[in-house]
């Protein structure tokens, strides 16, 4: 049971703004940075935002994370048919002395 | 490029041992964490633990310790996750990743291995 809440699905259409929420707690999100990965099912998840609004190379800028106080959010903007896969925020809990993910999100176009 | 690449699926029966392994390359392996994760059939990442091929030191999530074990061979850039006696429940894909970040609390997980699939079936 994660303690890293996310809505279970977002959908859009292609060109589209979305966003995926992620709601923790003091613990987690309010004293540790948030990361989100995506993650095609049968392939191998893939970073997509680190310390909560950095982008590794090679990934597209219509990717951005933000985080304020417990919560953090990803958008992706220019929505593309290939953006459909589950995401999952991702935060040190220290509370739980673990890494913790998020209930993951399935995003359609 | 960086690369973690594990090994092949397995079935396998209660109470069987498994010993599942993540080979690296393109990197210093010794000097960065390799974590595992575990995803159940239709549900979420959960964080098993990780190890610091460099001194052998493992650190577990709180729901996974005592449950599984993590090693590492320098010699072959190799970790592994092993059971001792599998369950149905231990049925999942199973990644590992490379975990990424100075800071003891602020890292991340890049990149990941392709995942190995794991069925415990009588």
Not at chain 2, 1 to 29: H, M, R, T
């Amino acid at each position: 049971q994660s303690v890293l809440t996310q809505p279970p699905s977002v959908s859009g259409t292609p060109g589209q703004r979305i966003t995926i929420s992620c709601s923790g707690s003091g613990s987690n999100i309010g004293d540790n940075t948030v990361h989100w990965y995506q993650h095609h099912p049968g392939t191998a998840p893939k970073l997509l935002i680190y310390n909560n609004d950095q982008r590794p190379s090679g990934i597209p800028d219509r990717f951005s994370g933000s985080k304020s106080g417990t919560s953090a959010s990803l958008a992706i903007s220019g929505l593309q048919s290939e953006d459909e896969a589950d995401y999952y925020c991702a935060a040190w809990d220290d509370g739980l002395n673990a890494h913790v993910f998020g209930t993951g999100t399935k995003v359609t176009v | 490029e960086v690369q973690l690449v594990q090994s092949g699926p397995e079935v396998k029966k209660p109470g069987d041992s498994l010993k599942i392994s993540c080979k690296a390359s393109g990197y210093s392996f010794t000097n960065n964490w390799i974590g595992w994760v575990r995803q159940m059939p239709g549900k979420g990442l959960e964080w098993m633990g990780y190890i610091y091929p460099g001194d052998s030191e493992a650190r577990y999530s709180p729901s996974f310790a005592g449950q599984i074990s993590i090693s590492a061979d320098t010699s072959i850039n190799t970790v592994y996750l092993q059971w001792r006696s599998l369950k149905a429940s231990d049925t999942a894909t199973y990644y590992c990743a490379r975990r990424v970040g100075a800071a003891r609390h602020n890292n991340w997980f890049d990149p990941w291995g392709q995942g190995t699939l794991v069925t415990v079936s009588s």
